[in-house]
């Protein structure tokens, strides 16, 4: 029998707050940022539009825009319920946040 897929990346608690967002409730980036009570930019930088690329949405799952983002996501989640993530939670010397 093949072994069971398992998800090539692990988000941040934060970043799948704002994934969830966007999924689950179809909001755009400002409607997330003001949801949250943080700032457009502070958006900007999870999904890594500015700031430290490596370490955003887009780069963590090998996405281009939020709707290749958002796909991706409902895979990610579906794993994530089934316990088949590879098990990395925080960046490396991050705060993971």
Same mark, same amino acid.
């Given at each position: 029998?093949?072994?069971?897929?398992?998800?090539?990346?692990?988000?941040?608690?934060?970043q799948e707050?704002?994934?969830?967002?966007?999924?689950?409730?179809?909001?755009?980036?400002? =409607? +997330? %940022?003001?949801k949250?009570?943080? !700032?457009?930019? /502070?958006?900007k930088?999870?999904l890594?539009? &500015?700031? #430290?690329?490596?370490?955003?949405?887009?780069?963590?799952?090998?996405?281009?825009?939020?709707?290749?983002? =958002? +796909? %991706?996501?409902?895979?990610?989640? !579906?794993?994530k /319920?089934?316990?088949?993530?590879?098990?990395? &939670?925080? #960046?490396?010397?991050?705060t993971?946040?």
């Amino acid at each position: 029998m093949p072994p069971l897929p398992r998800a090539r990346f692990v988000l941040t608690p934060r970043q799948e707050q704002i994934m969830d967002l966007v999924v689950d409730e179809g909001l755009n980036h400002k =409607a +997330v %940022a003001t949801k949250l009570g943080i !700032s457009f930019q /502070a958006i900007k930088n999870h999904l890594s539009l &500015t700031g #430290n690329r490596e370490r955003g949405i887009y780069a963590r799952m090998g996405c281009g825009n939020i709707t290749e983002a =958002a +796909v %991706a996501y409902l895979g990610y989640r !579906s794993l994530k /319920a089934r316990g088949m993530l590879n098990g990395r &939670t925080r #960046n490396k010397g991050g705060t993971g946040r």
